[in-house]
C-alpha cells in the first residue's frame, strides 16, 4: 500500500461520450509519473487525481489532450504590484504555476498584468493570496476594459505614484549632492570635505527611508529563497554605507568615507526608476487612447423621451442620439439620419466615412456633421472597441518565445552576481590587503548588474510595436504572431473579398433556350437568403424577374447550391458539380471557356426532372474587381522579398487572370474549404507562411498558416483563427503587418543586446576595480532607462500609405 503523501485534483473533462472514453482518460492519467490513483466520471465529466504532490494540471492537461480529449480552462488577468525586475517575475510566475489547478503563468514586467491560464474551479482569490505569499500584491483588473471612469482612476493613481517617486527622488539628490560636490571640487584644489558626522546625518535617511523599498524588496527575495536587483542594490548601498559608520567610529576623522556612494547609489536608481516608469507610460499609450474613446454617458431615446444615462444601464436595443461632433457610444445600426464618421482611432483610415440609414457604427468613432439616431446592438465587453482593447493587451500580456531565454538567464542573475561580488571581495582583499578598496570593488559589482534591463527588453518592444500598429488599424493577437510575421517567406491571399472587393455582378446571362429571365427566376428562387456574394449579384440582376419558390434549398461546400421547385431539382454551380451531376455542358463550353480567360467566374445552372439526368439551363457569368490598391500590395510584398500565392475555390481562367492582372507569383485554384489548409501544409514545406482571407471558409487555412491574417471586413471566424486582424480591406496593410513585425523583431535584438553588454562588460570591469560604485550605480539606472527608450523610438512607424500622404 502506497502511504507516500497525496494530493488531489478534479479535472473536467470535455468530449466524453462512452465508458471506454472515461477508460482511455483513465489510462492516460495513470501513466503520467507521481500519479497514484485516477477515476473519470462519465456522468459529471470530471477526473479525479490523486498525485504526489508534485505534478501539476498542465502536464495532466497534456496526457488528456494526447488522449484524444480536452481539459476546459478559463484565463485569468491579474494587475501586479511591487516587481522591480526579471527576478520578480519569475517568482510571481513560480507562485501562480504553485496553485493547484493552475496550468500556465506569465507575467509581463513591463505592464506589471500577469495572465494565468487555469481549470474553472480556481478563482482570483487563489491566485492573489498565491502572490502575496511572494510578498508581491494582486488585483483583479477593472471589469469594463473600455471605461473611462476606470482609465481616469488609473491615470489619476499613475499621477499620484508619479508624483511621490519625483518627490523622493528630489530629497534623495538633496541628501546626496551636499556630499558629491566637496569630491567635485578637489580636482581644482578645494578641500571642501564635510565633517564626518554631517555625512552621516545625510547618508542616513536616504539609506534607510529612501532606500527602505529595496530592504524589503530584497528581504522579500530573500524569503522566498530568490533574488532580484533590490537585493543587489541593498546589499551593495548597505556595505558602502556600514564601512563608512565603521571608519566614522573606529578609525579617526582620518578615515575614508563612502557615505558619498551609497547615497548617490540610491539617488541614482530611483532617479533611473522614475526614468523608466514614465518611459514605460509611454508604451501603454495607445491603449490608454483606446480606453479613452468611450464616453461616459449616451443619450438614449425611450418611448420619444431622450435623456442622459451612464453608459452601463444602455442595453441592445436602446436608441442612442448623437449630435454632431460627440463621440458614438455604442456599437449599433443607423435608424435615423446620415453623416460621416472619424474611425481613425479604430481602424487607422484617416479620412472620415459617409455612414447613412441601416450602416453600421462603431462606438468610439467620432460623428461627423450629422444627427443620427443609432439602435444599440453590442455593449461593453462585446462591444468592438472592447475587443480591439483585449487584442492587444492579451499581445502585451503573452511572453514572445525569445523571451524564454531571458526568463532562463534571470532565473540564475542575482545568485551569480552575489557570488561575482564575493569572489571579487575575497579576491582582492587577500591579494591587497586593502579591505575597504575590496569591499568598495564588490559595491560596484553589485550595483552595476541589472537584471531590470533583461526584464524589459522584450514586453516594451512588443507593447510599443502592438500599440502603433493598432493605431495603424493592424491588431496583433500574440507575441509570437509578431515574432512569427519577420520570418514570413510566402504570403498565400484567398480572392474574392480579400483580393477583390466581393461584390460581383452578374455582366452575362446565356440561357440554352433563350429565356433569360426564366433563367434567372431559377437562379434567384434557389439563392434567396443565401450571403454569397454570387447569390447578391444574382437577387440583384433577377429583381424584375417572375418569382418562382424553391424548397430543401442546400449547399454543397466548394461546388454550388441546389434546391427543388415544383417537381424537379435545381443545380447551380461550378463545372466540377456538374461535371459529378453528369450534365452535358458541351452547348456553352466554349463561351465558358473565353469568359474564364477574360477573368469572370461561371456558374452553371441545371435542371433535372424527376428519374431523368439533368440537363443543362444555361450559365451565369460574373465579375468581381480587385480592390484598389492590390497591384501596389503585392509589388510591396515582392519589394520584402516575398513570394505571393493565390489560393482560390474559383475556377483556374477567372483566378489566373485576376492574379496577373495584381502580379501574383503562383496560383491554386478550384481548392475547396476543406482543401485550403492542406494546401497551406504543403507551401509551408517552402518556407514560413501566411495566410490572407476573410470568410468562414478561409478559417482552417488562417488556423494551419504559421501566421494568419484576417481581414477585419469579413467574418469573426476568421478573425478569430487568425493571429493577425486588419481593421481595414486593405491588402496594403499586409505589408505593414510584417513591415511593424520586423521593426519590432530587430529592437527586441537590439534591446537584449544592450541589456546583456551592460552585464558582460561592466561585471568584469568592476571585479577589475575599474569602476567607482557611483559610476556603476549610474550605469545600472541608465540600462534600463536606455532600453525602454530604444523600444520607444518604434513609436516613430508610420504605415505606407501614411508615409506617403506627408511626401
Known amino acids: ?50 498525485t504526489d504532490g508534485k505534478v501539476g494540471a498542465t502536464v495532466l492537461a497534456d496526457a488528456v489532450s494526447r488522449s484524444g480529449y480536452r481539459v476546459p480552462e478559463r484565463t485569468l488577468d491579474l494587475a501586479i504590484g511591487g516587481m522591480t525586475c526579471a527576478s520578480c517575475t519569475g517568482r510571481v510566475e513560480k507562485a501562480l504555476r504553485a496553485v493547484p489547478g493552475v496550468i500556465d503563468a506569465s507575467v509581463n514586467l513591463a505592464t506589471e498584468r500577469a495572465q494565468v491560464r487555469a481549470l474553472p474551479d480556481v478563482s482570483a482569490d487563489d491566485l492573489i493570496a498565491a502572490v502575496a505569499t511572494a510578498d508581491y500584491r494582486a488585483h483583479l483588473p477593472d471589469a469594463d476594459i473600455a471605461a473611462v471612469t476606470s482609465t481616469e482612476s488609473r491615470d489619476a493613481e499613475a499621477d499620484k505614484a508619479d508624483a511621490r517617486e519625483r518627490r523622493h527622488l528630489w530629497l534623495a539628490l538633496a541628501f546626496s549632492l551636499p556630499l558629491v560636490l566637496p569630491m567635485l571640487a578637489m580636482p581644482f584644489g578645494a578641500h571642501l570635505a564635510l565633517p564626518g558626522w554631517v555625512q552621516f546625518a545625510l547618508a542616513t535617511p536616504a539609506q534607510f527611508w529612501l532606500g527602505a523599498r529595496f530592504y ?8 522566498a529563497r530568490s533574488g532580484n536587483m533590490d537585493l543587489l542594490v541593498a546589499l551593495g548601498t548597505s556595505a558602502g554605507y556600514g564601512l563608512s559608520v565603521w571608519h566614522l567610529i573606529a578609525g579617526g576623522h582620518r578615515a575614508p568615507l563612502y557615505f558619498e556612494a551609497s547615497a548617490v547609489v540610491i539617488a541614482l536608481v530611483l532617479l533611473g526608476k522614475w526614468l523608466e516608469t514614465r518611459a514605460r507610460r509611454q508604451t501603454t499609450a495607445a491603449i490608454r487612447a483606446l480606453q479613452a474613446l468611450r464616453p461616459a454617458t449616451a443619450r438614449v431615446r425611450r418611448n420619444g423621451v431622450e435623456t442622459d444615462l451612464p453608459l452601463a444601464q444602455v442595453r441592445v436595443g436602446d436608441e442612442v442620439v448623437v449630435r454632431p461632433g460627440e463621440r458614438i457610444p455604442v456599437d449599433g445600426r443607423i435608424v435615423e439620419g446620415r453623416t460621416h464618421a472619424d474611425e481613425s482611432m479604430l481602424t487607422g483610415e484617416s479620412l472620415p466615412v459617409a455612414r447613412s440609414e441601416g450602416d453600421r457604427v462603431t462606438g468610439g468613432a467620432v460623428n461627423g456633421e450629422g444627427r443620427v439616431v443609432v439602435e444599440t446592438t453590442a455593449i461593453g465587453a462585446e462591444s468592438a472597441l472592447a475587443r480591439i482593447i483585449r487584442l492587444v493587451e492579451d499581445a502585451q500580456a503573452k511572453k514572445a518565445p525569445i523571451q524564454r531565454i531571458v526568463d532562463r538567464v534571470s532565473a540564475v542573475f542575482v545568485p551569480v552576481v552575489i557570488a561575482i561580488a564575493f569572489i571579487t571581495l575575497l579576491g582582492w582583499g587577500l591579494t591587497t590587503g586593502d579591505w575597504s578598496g575590496a569591499l568598495l570593488n564588490a559595491v560596484a559589482v553589485l550595483v552595476i548588474a541589472c537584471p531590470c534591463a533583461l526584464g524589459l527588453a522584450t514586453p516594451t518592444a512588443i507593447m510599443a510595436g502592438t500599440g502603433v500598429a493598432a493605431r495603424a488599424g493592424i491588431l496583433i493577437k500574440d507575441a509570437q504572431a509578431l515574432e512569427t510575421a519577420q520570418r514570413i517567406a510566402i504570403v498565400a491571399f484567398d480572392k474574392t473579398g480579400t483580393l477583390t472587393q466581393g461584390k460581383p455582378t452578374l455582366v452575362e446571362a446565356i440561357a440554352l433556350d433563350g429565356d433569360t429571365s426564366s433563367l434567372l427566376a431559377h ?11 454570387l447569390s447578391a449579384a444574382v437577387m440583384q440582376a433577377a429583381g424584375e424577374a417572375p418569382s418562382l419558390v424553391a424548397s430543401d434549398i442546400r449547399a454543397v461546400p466548394g461546388r454550388g447550391v441546389r434546391g427543388t421547385i415544383g417537381t424537379y431539382d435545381v443545380l447551380i454551380g461550378s463545372e466540377r458539380m456538374m461535371r459529378e451531376a453528369a450534365v452535358d455542358l458541351a452547348l456553352l463550353s466554349a463561351r465558358a471557356e473565353t469568359l474564364l480567360a477574360s477573368g469572370h467566374t461561371v456558374s452553371w445552372v441545371a435542371v433535372a426532372e424527376r428519374e431523368q439526368s439533368p440537363r443543362l439551363l444555361g450559365l451565369l457569368a460574373f465579375r468581381d474587381t480587385p480592390r484598389p490598391g492590390a497591384r501596389e500590395a503585392i509589388a510591396r510584398l515582392h519589394g520584402l522579398g516575398l513570394r505571393t500565392v493565390m489560393v482560390s475555390g474559383d475556377q483556374e481562367g477567372a483566378a489566373r487572370a485576376i492574379a496577373a492582372q495584381l502580379g501574383i507569383d503562383d496560383v491554386r485554384a478550384n481548392v475547396l474549404p476543406e482543401e485550403k489548409a492542406a494546401t497551406i501544409e504543403r507551401l509551408r514545406s517552402n518556407g514560413v507562411v501566411a495566410m490572407v482571407g476573410d470568410g468562414i471558409n478561409d478559417a482552417p487555412a488562417l488556423a494551419a498558416a504559421d501566421v494568419g491574417i484576417a481581414m477585419g471586413s469579413g467574418t469573426d471566424v476568421a478573425m478569430h483563427a487568425a493571429g493577425v486582424t486588419l481593421m481595414r480591406a486593405e491588402p496594403a496593410l499586409v505589408a505593414d503587418a510584417i513591415g511593424i513585425s520586423r521593426r519590432t523583431t530587430r529592437k527586441i535584438h537590439q534591446n537584449l543586446f544592450w541589456a546583456f553588454i551592460y552585464n558582460v562588460v561592466g561585471l568584469p570591469l568592476a571585479a577589475f576595480g575599474l569602476l567607482d560604485p557611483v559610476i556603476a550605480g549610474a550605469a545600472m539606472a541608465f540600462s534600463s532607462v536606455s532600453v525602454v527608450t530604444n523600444a520607444l523610438l518604434l513609436r516613430r512607424w508610420r504605415p505606407h500609405r501614411l508615409l506617403n500622404s506627408h511626401d
Open 216 to 223: 524589503r524588496a530584497g528581504w522579500g527575495a530573500l524569503k
Open 1 to 50: 500500500m502506497n502511504t507516500a503523501a497525496t494530493a488531489d485534483l478534479r479535472l473536467p473533462i470535455a468530449g466524453m461520450t462512452c465508458a471506454s472514453c472515461a477508460g482511455r482518460i483513465e489510462r492516460a492519467l495513470a501513466a503520467v509519473p507521481g500519479v497514484f490513483r485516477a477515476e473519470v466520471n462519465l456522468a459529471t465529466a470530471t477526473a479525479n487525481v490523486a
Open 523 to 533: 437562379a434567384a428562387a434557389v439563392q434567396r437568403g443565401s450571403e454569397h456574394p
